[in-house]
Each structure stands twice: as C-alpha cells, then as structure tokens.
C-alpha cells in the first residue's frame, strides 16, 4: 500500500493523477506490478480549501490549475521510490508462525549493486 499525503490543495482528479505517479515510484524501484501484486495507492490532500462539509448543498472548492503539476508529479515518483528503498534497507528480521523473513543484508547488497553499476562512489 503506498499512501499520498499533500497539502496542496487538488481535486478528485488531479489525487487520481498523482495517485498514479507513485505507481511510477514503485516501479523504478524494479517491481513491474505482476498479477496478484495487490499493490495501491491512496492519496489525499489536508488542504483546508478542498474540505467538504455536511449539509453543504453549493461549495466553491480550492484546485491547483494542472500548470502547476509537474512538480508534485515528480514529487510524489521521488518520495515513493525512496520510501520504498527506505522499507527495504531499514527493515528488520521478523518471525512469525508463517516462518521467518530475513532483514536485507545490506553490505552486501551494495556490493552487488557496485558489481553492476547500479551505484558508484
């Protein structure tokens, strides 16, 4: 599950929009979103001005123009991969009745990802 927080203030369709960017993130990370992956987003903005309130039968809501997107776009493809590569590197061993699922070794894992270019010094 990935979840997109901004206080921007964006309609239903631009928290689509950027809800689709993180799946950008996701992927740059190597997944490829395969059958069954079960992966999703929610996106939400906080902004006072795109709140709705009960009983409101006429509202005038605040909406960042699509001109101004782009950044929150590569914002949200930035953030997402990171967070990603954050879980991954920060994770710890866990054991459960299910078996037990190994932190990633991290020493290691930048060896080979120097082996093969994926990061040099």
Not at 15 to 34: D, K, P, Y
Not at 61 to 85: C, G, K, P, R, W
Not at 90 to 112: K, N, Q, W
């Amino acid at each position: 599950m990935i979840v997109v927080a901004t206080d921007a203030p964006l309609s239903e369709r631009n928290l689509e929009r950027l809800a689709m960017r993180a799946v950008m993130g996701l992927s740059r990370t190597g997944s490829f979103a395969g059958n069954g992956s079960g992966d999703y987003v929610l996106s939400f903005s906080t902004a006072p001005g795109v709140r709705r309130r009960p009983g409101d039968q006429v509202r005038t809501t605040e909406d960042l123009a699509n001109d101004h997107m782009s950044a929150l776009f590569q914002a949200t493809v930035e953030s997402t991969e990171e967070a990603i590569y954050n879980s991954m590197f920060r994770a710890e061993t866990v054991s459960s009745r299910f078996g037990t699922r190994e932190a990633l070794p991290i020493d290691e894992t930048v060896d080979v990802l120097r082996r093969y270019g994926v990061i040099r010094e």
